[in-house]
């Protein structure tokens, strides 16, 4: 917290330190508890869902954690947007049952975050928002709070709909990373450059 108030990430992104520094202060503050003198309109939640070694399924529990820091904090006309990669049915078997314990009106929104390490900035701005919501007013608000970001919006039918498309982005993006060092080790076999196999092909 103490580097990003100063401007600086903790990891490497291309362009981030000089939003970093451009904005911290003015548009972009940072707290490690969520204050109680600002109006806030909407919660993104993007946090880990590492998946245990020994059961190999998702844990949920850091997912949890946030989605219960905001609880306390949740008004009526909230927009909650969870952005983490979870199994499908999380959003709404997961996340809404501890939204709904405030009592309040609250929208709830899945949009996946979808971009690539070193390139997040980039496609934050150009890939199109994948939008999932609980209802029409839930993917308005999505909308309205995304389209601020990109031009390119997405809506889906359901937020299970919404988390499934993040899980089809990723095995994708796995299957070609393999794809391409099952060539690479092919051309190495027989003494070929893979940059220059990929490239013309």
Do not use: M, W
């Not at 202060?25 to 109680?36: M, R, S």
């Not at 949740?74 to 939204?99: H, I």
Request: with cysteine; charged share 25%.
């Amino acid at each position: 917290l103490e580097q990003l108030k100063q401007g600086k990430p903790h990891f490497y992104e291309k362009g981030l330190s000089e939003i970093l520094a451009s904005q911290s202060g003015k548009n972009l503050h940072f707290f490690e508890k969520i204050p109680v003198d600002r109006n806030i309109d909407a919660f993104i939640i993007a946090v880990a869902t590492p998946v245990d070694e020994i059961t190999k399924k998702p844990n949920l529990e850091y997912v949890k954690n946030a989605v219960g820091d905001v609880l306390p904090h949740l008004n009526d006309g909230q927009l909650v947007v969870l952005r983490s990669t979870v199994p499908v049915g999380a959003s709404r078997n997961v996340v809404l049952p501890v939204l709904q314990k405030s009592g309040k009106n609250i929208y709830l929104s899945f949009c996946p975050e979808r971009t690539v390490e070193g390139k997040a900035i980039e496609e934050l701005k150009t890939l199109p928002q994948i939008i999932g919501g609980l209802n029409e007013e839930s993917i308005d608000l999505s909308e309205e709070l995304f389209s601020q970001i990109t031009p390119s919006i997405v809506k889906t039918s359901s937020l299970e709909t919404a988390e499934i498309i993040k899980l089809v982005n990723n095995s994708y993006r796995d299957f070609s990373f393999a794809f391409a060092n099952q060539i690479a080790l092919i051309c190495k076999n027989v003494n070929l450059d893979v940059k220059e196999v990929i490239h013309a092909a």
